[in-house]
T-cell receptor, first 108, second 116 residues
Framework: KNEVEQSPQNLTAQEGEFITINCSYS?????LHWLQQHPGGGIVSLFM???GKKKHGRLIATINIQEKHSSLHITASHPRDSAVYIC??????????FGTGTRLTIIP | EAGVTQSPTHLIKTRGQQATLRCSPI?????VYWYQQALGLGLQFLLW???????NRGNFPPRFSGRQFPNYSSELNVNALELEDSALYLC???????????????FGPGTRLTVL
């Protein structure tokens, strides 16, 4: 079993829809990261959080430490949001462990 | 401000050769991380350098090595290349104040290594 599990693996939605991507982890963590990877490989760090909720524009990330679960939400989705979204956790051994990613496609 | 840069963009080698990949962090960042993303697989942590020293490494054989220079740029060396080393190698940098992986990391565009 992977230490970091994401769901769904693939998600296709219409422009404007509210998107939720989930991440569950099985180890104790010091922080959780959400990353965005566009075709071609470029990666952008979206959020780093260790508790509560963070918001940046149309993106919201939440984490529940007790339940070992985080969600990434996108409001008013747009085709330019199409990318792979990756959850990663920092654990006590100071390594980032990554989920396998969620491929999001937003159809105009 | 310039972001993280990596060179070369693409690298083609044959099995058994050595590959050297380079990374320049964002100015002011002291930590550099290396990751491997093989086709169809997720990102895997390779190495972490901070202030010139190797701080941690992932589950990779010793033929994966690197170093960090006084200007905080870094090199990843892969010796005795194998076909399965073909992957996108990503470098990231962070400011390194809180240490480890609780700093926001900024990623470079990657080097695509192909081993024939």
């Amino acid at each position: 079993k992977n230490e970091v599990e994401q769901s769904p693996q693939n998600l296709t939605a219409q422009e404007g829809e509210f998107i939720t991507i989930n991440c569950s982890y099985s180890v104790g963590i010091s922080a959780l990261h959400w990353l965005q990877q566009h075709p071609g490989g470029g990666i952008v760090s979206l959020f780093m959080l260790s508790s509560g909720k963070k918001k940046h524009g149309r993106l919201i990330a939440t984490i529940n430490i007790q339940e070992k679960h985080s969600s990434l939400h996108i409001t008013a989705s747009h085709p330019r949001d199409s990318a792979v979204y990756i959850c990663a956790v920092s654990s006590s051994d100071e390594k980032l462990t990554f989920g396998t990613g969620t491929r999001l496609t937003i159809i105009p | 401000e310039a972001g993280v840069t990596q060179s070369p963009t693409h690298l083609i080698k044959t099995r058994g050769q050595q590959a050297t990949l380079r990374c320049s962090p964002i100015s002011g960042h002291t930590s550099v991380y290396w990751y491997q993303q093989a086709l169809g697989l997720g990102l895997q942590f390779l190495l972490w350098y901070d202030e010139g020293e190797e701080r941690n490494r992932g589950n990779f054989p010793p033929r994966f090595s690197g170093r960090q220079f006084p200007n905080y740029s870094s090199e990843l060396n892969v010796n005795a290349l194998e076909l399965e080393d073909s992957a996108l190698y990503l470098c990231a940098s962070s400011i390194g104040t809180s240490g480890g992986t609780t700093d926001t990391q900024y990623f470079g565009p990657g080097t695509r290594l192909t081993v024939l």
